[in-house]
């Protein structure tokens, strides 16, 4: 499985925040995340965004959670790969660079 990190901030310029902020959490309420498998679902404290962490097969299922807030979020998804899994990979590169006379 996949791993992306979803994060979220506030579409600048929306004017009526209060009803906005409302609207936003009545949808919320009623949605059922089609990327079902989210490790981490965390708020900046700042009230202005968050990010999650989610775990997937399918990454278009993190395009229809997304696309369902686009009104009132702007989101940055970023694909990610666990450290134990990364840091081979980086030794690999390293070899390889190393192979090359300079």
């Known amino acids: 499985m996949a791993k992306y ?6 579409q ?31 708020s900046r404290l700042d ?3 968050g990010l999650s962490i ?3 097969d399918n990454v278009v299922d993190v395009m229809r959670d997304t696309t369902k807030f686009s009104a009132w979020l702007k989101f940055t998804v970023t694909p990610v790969v666990d450290i134990q899994d990364a840091v081979p990979v980086f030794n ?11």
Do not use: H, M
């Not at 990190?5 to 506030?10: F, L, V």
């Not at 906005?20 to 490790?39: E, F, H, M, Q």
């Not at 690999?92 to 300079?102: V, Y």
């Open 5 to 10: 990190i979803i994060a979220w901030e506030q």
């Open 12 to 42: 600048e310029g929306a004017a009526g925040q209060e009803e906005l902020g409302r609207r936003l959490l009545d949808v919320y309420s009623k949605w059922t995340p089609a990327a079902g498998n989210i490790l981490q679902f965390l």
């Open 54 to 56: 989610v775990e997937t």
């Open 92 to 102: 690999e590169a390293i070899d390889f660079l190393d192979s090359i006379p300079k």
């Open 47 to 49: 009230g202005q965004g």
